[in-house]
């Protein structure tokens, strides 16, 4: 599949999850180029209709921009008792609802408003699908006091860690962290791997995202918009 037609699939998508956000909502918005799609369409709905959401929390610095230049009032996560709905791009999505996150490095914010939303919908194209987890690197973000212990640990443990980088220099994420990309295809084990990432003293956290979706919209390539929702 060739970036234009993903983008029209990205963007078929994100008018089906938009079409969905009631009035009221309490409404997490995630990070990426689908997402990105997702708020050009609840702009709209705003100015044509009048969508009215009682708070809107993002994970990142340009879809807050991007929510603001549409009109909305962007809070912190911290501000809002809970969130009723987020709606969120995904890197891979298996058939049991789990994922894999943080392509754009924002996973740990991604993680933080997830779990705080009551229901967490995805927003993905036909070839972020897969049978098992795996087919693409798996961003672990670590504090910069013990990365180098946590790159060499990983290495050891055959995990085959490659650093994110910006250029020359290694990629930044918004709490001044770095992040490591594990290159493991498939994952044999997600939750044995997530349980092990979890007790690594200085990995921040990781991109897993298991028994985090609740709803899935999937544009597939022969223009059906399938909404998949966890039994
Ligand atoms: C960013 C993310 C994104 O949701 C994920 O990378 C999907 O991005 P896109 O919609 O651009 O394909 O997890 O950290």
Same mark, same amino acid.
């Given at each position: ?13 994100? &008018? +089906? ?11 997490? /918005?995630?990070t990426?180029?689908? #997402?990105?799609? @997702? ?63 943080g392509g754009g490095g924002a996973l740990?914010? &991604? +993680? ?11 927003? /993905?194209?036909?070839?972020?699908? #897969?049978?098992? @987890? ?5 961003p672990?973000e ?22 994110r ?6 990629f930044?994420t918004h709490?001044?962290?770095?992040i ?24 921040? &956290? ?26």
């Amino acid at each position: 599949m060739d970036k234009q037609e993903q983008d029209k699939l990205k963007q078929k998508a994100a &008018e +089906k999850a938009a079409s969905l956000v009631e009035n009221g909502t309490k409404l997490g /918005v995630g990070t990426g180029s689908t #997402v990105a799609f @997702l708020i050009d369409e609840l702009g709209k709905r705003k100015d044509q209709e009048g969508l009215d959401l009682d708070a809107v929390v993002t994970t990142s610095s340009r879809s807050k921009k991007q929510l603001e230049s549409c009109g909305f009032k962007v809070s912190e996560l911290a501000e809002v008792d809970h969130l009723d709905l987020t709606i969120d791009g995904a890197d891979r999505f298996a058939s049991n609802f789990d994922g894999i996150k943080g392509g754009g490095g924002a996973l740990t914010l &991604e +993680k933080n408003v997830a779990v705080n939303s009551e229901r967490n919908m995805w927003i /993905v194209d036909e070839s972020k699908l #897969v049978d098992q @987890l795996g087919d693409f690197p798996l961003p672990v973000e670590v504090l910069p006091i013990s990365c180098e212990q946590n790159f060499r640990l990983f290495k050891e443990d055959g995990l085959k860690p490659q650093w994110r980088m910006n250029g020359e220099k290694r990629f930044v994420t918004h709490y001044g962290n770095y992040i490591i990309d594990l290159n493991i295809d498939p994952i044999p084990d997600p939750y044995g791997l997530a349980d092990y990432l979890d007790k690594v003293v200085g990995v921040v &956290e990781h991109g897993l995202f298991l028994e985090v979706c609740d709803e899935v919209i999937i544009a597939h390539s022969n223009c059906q918009i399938e909404d998949r929702k966890k039994q």
